[in-house]
């Protein structure tokens, strides 16, 4: 079976870099087609991978500031003629779902439907457009919408992340999807020693987020809740929100920037608790915290409802707003917590499981393509 993987940009690291080594790792025979990829920036090992760009990776600036050129990644996907494969696995929450693939068994891994197209006005909130802006973007993202929704009836099968994200594709793209969970590594990560009852109250320490620094995620209602409570929040991770954190953070908060595997390893495992502080599509820093037997303060919306259960392995605050996520944190003071609980339930999302779903997923659309096609 040829297989060819198709990824938006390779220019920085998130969650859908953790599930795209996971389709690398699984199909390593298989190229992997993308817009653009910035060799110096991303991890070493992807240097041995059959990475294939298209003209895009030759705009300049492009590795570094991705987002102004997006109304050609449609342009570009459309050209990337793909139908010699007998299965296409699109890795998608940008364009990359566009690519052609004639009569070939084409699978969407949807991580999101794209979500500067179809919640634009979310999605620049916090990015402060002026009205001129808005008003002159709005004729393009309303074709790059339409754009986006024919290139959704091409696909022969949408796999969602979530059903936060399985009742986004059937709103925006009217399609049906299955829901197969993003693989997390938890092999990587483990408990802290004497940590099976950890209770919380009076360690000291402090709580975590990893994420990209980006405006719709939220991190601005942490960084205030932890201002006014004077704990200690720790932020990895890089994006166009760090210097506007930055500058809200008081003495309390720091941001690390871009932390090493390794880094990231120890701090979820010495945290108090790890913090979601907006609605995310899945999530998979969360579960990694689980793994390490830590808790997640998590606002209760989108992928959260899946991977946390509330009380046990975590706590939910139902209020967008830092004096609700001060709550929560306080009431999860008084929790004694199972770390092997929290193991537990992280579990149920390792990348076996993931693997195993996957694979009998592929083969079944495959078998089915085979037997129309007879």
């Not at 199909?27 to 760009?53: F, K, L, N, Q």
């Not at 600036?61 to 007998?86: K, N, T």
């Not at 696909?155 to 049906?176: L, P």
């Not at 993931?354 to 083969?363: G, I, N, Q, Y």
Request: net charge neutral; glycine share 8%; aromatic share 10%.
């Amino acid at each position: 079976m040829r297989l060819a993987l198709v990824h938006d940009w390779l220019n920085q690291m998130g969650g859908a870099e953790d599930v795209l080594e996971t389709l690398v790792a699984r199909y390593p025979a298989a190229p992997v087609h993308t817009s653009i990829y910035w060799r110096e920036g991303m991890p070493a090992a992807y240097r041995e991978w059959d990475i294939r760009t298209t003209w895009m990776d030759h705009l300049p600036g492009i590795h570094r500031h991705h987002r102004p050129y997006l109304p050609l990644y449609p342009v570009a996907f459309a050209g990337l003629d793909l139908a010699e494969y007998d299965v296409v696995l699109s890795n998608k929450s940008g364009f990359c779902h566009g690519v052609h693939t004639g009569a070939t068994t084409h699978i969407c891994y949807c991580l999101a439907p794209t979500r500067y197209v179809w919640e634009f006005d979310a999605y620049t909130s916090s990015e402060s457009p002026s009205a001129v802006a808005r008003r002159a973007l709005r004729p393009v993202i309303a074709l790059l919408r339409r754009w986006d929704y024919r290139a959704a009836q091409a696909v022969t099968h949408f796999i969602a992340i979530s059903r936060a994200v399985q009742q986004r594709i059937r709103a925006y793209y009217g399609r049906e999807s299955v829901v197969i969970h993003p693989p997390v590594d938890t092999s990587a990560f483990a408990t802290a020693p004497g940590t099976n009852r950890t209770q919380l109250a009076g360690d000291g320490g402090y709580y975590l987020i990893v994420s990209r620094l980006i405006g719709y995620r939220g991190i601005d209602l942490a960084v205030r809740a932890f201002n006014q409570m004077g704990r200690r929040l720790v932020i990895a991770g890089e994006g166009p929100d760090q210097s506007r954190l930055q500058r809200m953070a008081g003495p309390g908060i720091s941001l690390l920037g871009r932390v090493p595997r390794e880094e990231l390893i120890e701090l979820f495992a010495n945290c108090r608790a790890y913090v979601l502080p907006g609605v995310e599509d899945f999530g998979i820093a969360p579960l990694q915290a689980q793994a390490a037997g830590r808790p997640v303060i998590a606002f209760a919306g989108g992928g959260a409802l899946e991977t946390v259960i509330d009380g046990e392995t975590g706590l939910f605050f139902n209020e967008s707003a830092p004096g609700a996520l001060a709550e929560a944190v306080v009431a999860l003071d008084g929790l004694s917590i199972d770390a092997q609980a929290c193991r537990a339930n992280a579990d149920r999302f390792a990348s076996n499981v993931f693997e195993e779903k996957l694979d009998r997923f592929v083969t079944t659309a495959c078998a089915s393509q085979s037997a129309v096609g007879t």
